[in-house]
């Protein structure tokens, strides 16, 4: 696993922001990064994970709200650092932001397709509430899943501490 320093990011993230962007599987349209980062009045934050050598930004998870619940609206980690625990990182500090944010839960959609990923909410504790067809504009699926607020890791069995 490697270490992140996790911050809020600011519109000075915003050429980095993009770049990680960009190499994601499904990227978001540039506009609605730039509307979210540089709007006086935008309601959801960007979380970053950054190396701590150098202001490298590794990946991102951006925070939302929807229907009274703090919502994981899209978390990307850059390639060559998928799979070191970065993406886990992120997933609880935007659950930190939302407990401090006094959401009952955290919500998210995923592709159903998207194996990695189930898997790492899965281990957070996220369980499934429902899927949607077609819900993405290439008709993949979408899978629905919720976690009560606060996350609560499970402890470290004694031989791996």
């Known amino acids: 696993m490697i270490l ?5 990011c600011t519109r000075d993230d915003l050429d980095q922001l993009l770049t990680v962007d960009q190499v994601s599987p499904h990227p978001w349209p540039k506009e609605v990064i730039v509307h979210d980062l540089t709007d006086e009045v935008s309601d959801v934050t960007y979380l970053g ?8 930004l590794l990946g991102y ?3 939302g709200k929807e229907k009274g619940n703090g919502l994981l609206m899209n978390l990307v980690v850059a390639p060559e650092y ?3 625990g970065i993406g886990l990182q992120l997933v609880v500090a935007v659950a930190e932001c939302a407990d401090e944010l006094r959401f009952p839960r955290l919500v998210l959609r995923v592709r159903y397709s998207n194996h990695a990923a189930l898997a790492l909410y899965r281990s957070l504790g996220f369980r499934g509430d429902a899927t ?4 993405y504009s290439d008709g993949d ?4 899943m919720g976690l ?5 890791l499970a402890e470290t069995a004694p031989g791996n501490r």
Do not use: C, H, M
């Not at 994970?49 to 490298?56: I, L, N, S, V």
């Not at 949607?132 to 819900?135: D, R, V």
């Open 148 to 152: 009560k607020l606060p996350l609560v």
């Open 141 to 144: 699926v979408a899978f629905f």
């Open 61 to 63: 998870a951006v925070l």
């Open 49 to 56: 994970a950054y190396a701590f050598t150098g202001d490298k």
């Open 132 to 135: 949607q067809e077609s819900f």
């Open 82 to 84: 998928r799979r070191l």
């Open 4 to 8: 992140t320093d996790i911050r809020f």
